[in-house]
T-cell receptor, first 108, second 109 residues
Framework: KNEVEQSPQNLTAQEGEFITINCSYS?????LHWLQQHPGGGIVSLFM???GKKKHGRLIATINIQEKHSSLHITASHPRDSAVYIC??????????FGTGTRLQVFP | AAGVIQSPRHLIKEKRETATLKCYPI?????VYWYQQGPGQDPQFLIS???????DKGSIPDRFSAQQFSDYHSELNMSSLELGDSALYFC????????FGPGTRLTVL
C-alpha cells in the first residue's frame, strides 16, 4: 500500500462543474503539498498546508490532520484546469513522498 | 519573490554522453532536493543536500553524482546516459518547507 493515496486516478468534468480530488496518507507529516502539472510541463505548487484550509482563486485545499486526509476543490472548473494534480507529503526537511496523481480533463 | 531556478530547461543528449543539470535555490534556503519523473510516472526522490553535505539518498544510479556548492546551488552530473534517463528532473529548495523549480527536461536519443 502506498503511503500517499489519491482518488480518483482519472476525472472528467464538464466546464463549470465543482471538482474534488482526495488524498489520504499514512505517515506523520509536517506539511502537505498540492501540485499541478500540465502535459509535458513542470511542477507548479498550488498549496502547502499544515492545517485547516487555504483558498486561492477558484481553488480550495483542506486538510484534516487527525484523519490524515486532504481535499483539493476546484470551483467553476474550466478547460485550462485540465492537468495532473499531485498530492505530496513531507516531514520538515525530509524528502517528499508523492501520490500517484489525478488526471483531470475538463471539457467545454 | 525569487523562485528556484533550474538550467537548462531542456537538454538533448546522445546515449553514453554526459549531462550536468543545475539548480539555484531560493536565497537563504540551505537544503536542495533532486527528483526524477519519467514519462507517465510519479516523481522519484534522487538525492538531497543540507549545508553542502549529502543528507539523504534515494534511487540515484551510480552513474549519477551530485553536489551542493558554497553558494548553495547544486549540480546533478549524469554520465553514460541511457535512453531510460529521459525524464523531467526537478529540484526543490527548502529552509523549512520545499519549493519547486520548473524542471529540466532531458531527452536521451
Amino acid at each position: 500500500k502506498n503511503e500517499v493515496e489519491q482518488s480518483p486516478q482519472n476525472l472528467t468534468a464538464q466546464e463549470g462543474e465543482f471538482i474534488t480530488i482526495n488524498c489520504s496518507y499514512s505517515v506523520g507529516i509536517s506539511a502537505l503539498h498540492w501540485l499541478q502539472q500540465h502535459p509535458g510541463g513542470g511542477i507548479v505548487s498550488l498549496f502547502m498546508l499544515s492545517s485547516g484550509k487555504k483558498k486561492h482563486g477558484r481553488l480550495i485545499a483542506t486538510i484534516n490532520i487527525q484523519e490524515k486526509h486532504s481535499s483539493l476543490h476546484i470551483t467553476a472548473s474550466h478547460p485550462r484546469d485540465s492537468a495532473v494534480y499531485i498530492c505530496a507529503v513531507g516531514r520538515g526537511t525530509d524528502k517528499l513522498i508523492f501520490g500517484t496523481g489525478t488526471r483531470l480533463q475538463v471539457f467545454p | 519573490a525569487a523562485g528556484v531556478i533550474q538550467s537548462p530547461r531542456h537538454l538533448i543528449k546522445e546515449k553514453r554522453e554526459t549531462a550536468t543539470l543545475k539548480c539555484y535555490p531560493i536565497p537563504r534556503h540551505d537544503t536542495v532536493y533532486w527528483y526524477q519523473q519519467g514519462p507517465g510516472q510519479d516523481p522519484q526522490f534522487l538525492i538531497s543536500f543540507y549545508e553542502k553535505m549529502q543528507s539523504d539518498k534515494g534511487s540515484i544510479p551510480d552513474r549519477f553524482s551530485a553536489q551542493q556548492f558554497s553558494d548553495y546551488h547544486s549540480e546533478l552530473n549524469m554520465s553514460s546516459l541511457e535512453l531510460g534517463d529521459s525524464a523531467l528532473y526537478f529540484c526543490a529548495s527548502s529552509k523549512n518547507e520545499q519549493f519547486f523549480g520548473p524542471g529540466t527536461r532531458l531527452t536521451v536519443l
